[in-house]
């Protein structure tokens, strides 16, 4: 039997979705994390302490680790192109946060120097990996909901001033609710769905200055530099269509509203920003009837944050795809884009990228068993 042999990784940026990654990935057994690094390296310091990594530093230090596979990159997102870009060159592969860059060209950059270099690329969400996008996609599959003919989706709330302690990056060039949220909407309406191939939006913004609300800069005013409220339409390249809510300026909480409509039946799905729930299907009642509603049996374990580092790490050893390409983190990227463009232009804006075969997670595949 052959030794096992993890796959070594290294974080660069130590800021509050560090802690989401480290809890998993020190957990999953085909994964070593080797390296933590920030420009904060006291920051850096304590989480690896926290999480029981034995080094830390600055991000020149992960890029130069002997046992260094793939780097995450965890920083915000006006530089995830920069910092994936000086990964690939130290001849790493990259775990990146989303969005995958700000701009397509940078974007499109950072792919075509990975290509060239033998080196893979991997986007955030990994929630869709989890059991909860992969049940429903089974059961659309199986024909539970007959043909998909449309979406809905829903993300709406009083902002992340509310909570965040340094909450300016959400409110900057790359960011706001479209950029920050809308990720794990339309990474899994692609899922479903298929590629995007036009767009139409419109949006706003309620305040032009914001406060921190919580933590040690309570009372910190910021300049907003992006709509905190688009309503988009998208259709598929299947035919399908597609309308979403994005917003910070809602008192009225609702997140986590996906619904999916076919011609035998309705299918909701759990929040996309989490790994697993419920999806559950109704079909057609007589008038004024209340729905009956039957729950899927779910299909796979649940896990977390990282769970796309992992697949990746399997895929690098195996010789196979990854799930959570860049070409994917790309075509949800140009699609934001486009709905940005929309939003400015008042125009309908074509979709010219694709996002390829996404492939379903086998249903026995186990994030905590040793397969390397």
Same mark, same amino acid.
């Given at each position: ?88 060159? #130290? =001849?790493?592969?990259? +775990?990146?946060?989303? /969005? ?6 940078? &974007?499109?950059? !950072?792919? %075509? ?44 709330? #009083? =902002?992340?001033?509310? +909570?965040?302690?340094? /909450? ?6 790359? &960011?706001?609710? !479209?950029? %920050? ?192």
């Amino acid at each position: 039997m052959a030794a096992h042999n993890p796959v070594g990784v290294g974080l660069v940026g130590a800021g509050n979705i560090s802690d989401q990654y480290l809890t998993n990935l020190t957990r999953f057994p085909d994964l070593h994390v080797a390296v933590v690094g920030d420009l904060d390296t006291e920051r850096a310091e304590t989480q690896a302490r926290k999480y029981g990594v034995e080094e830390w530093g600055t991000a020149a230090d992960v890029l130069a680790h002997p046992d260094v596979d793939i780097v995450v990159n965890l920083t915000v997102p006006a530089v995830h192109a920069e910092v994936s870009s000086a990964i690939v060159a #130290a =001849g790493r592969h990259v +775990w990146s946060e989303k /969005p995958i860059a700000v701009d397509r060209a940078d &974007a499109r950059a !950072l792919l %075509d120097r990975a290509a060239a270099a033998g080196l893979r690329v991997g986007v955030a969400p990994d929630t869709v990996l989890g059991p909860g996008l992969q049940t429903a996609l089974r059961a659309i599959a199986r024909g539970d909901i007959g043909t998909p003919l449309s979406a809905q989706t829903v993300m709406q709330y #009083a =902002g992340p001033d509310l +909570w965040h302690p340094d /909450p300016e990056f959400l409110f900057a060039k790359g &960011a706001g609710p !479209l950029f %920050d949220m809308g990720p794990y909407y339309l990474t899994a309406l692609v899922c479903l769905f298929g590629s995007v191939s036009r767009v139409a939006a419109v949006g706003s913004t309620a305040r032009t200055v914001r406060t921190v609300r919580s933590g040690r800069r309570a009372g910190t005013e910021f300049a907003v530099a992006v709509p905190t409220h688009v309503s988009a339409l998208t259709q598929f390249e299947n035919g399908g269509v597609g309308q979403s809510v994005f917003s910070f300026d809602s008192p009225l909480t609702r997140t986590g509203f996906v619904e999916i409509t076919g011609t035998e039946g309705t299918l909701v799905l759990p929040d996309p920003n989490t790994f697993a729930g419920e999806v559950r299907i109704t079909r057609v009642q007589q008038r004024g009837q209340d729905p009956v509603w039957e729950t899927v049996t779910p299909v796979g374990i649940e896990a977390g944050r990282g769970l796309g580092v992992l697949d990746m790490a399997r895929a690098i050893r195996g010789g196979r795809p990854h799930i959570a390409t860049g070409d994917l983190g790309y075509h949800v990227l140009d699609t934001l884009i486009s709905i940005d463009e929309s939003v400015t232009s008042g125009e309908t804006v074509h979709v010219t990228s694709a996002a390829g075969d996404i492939p379903l997670v086998p249903e026995d595949r186990d994030p905590y068993g040793v397969t390397l």
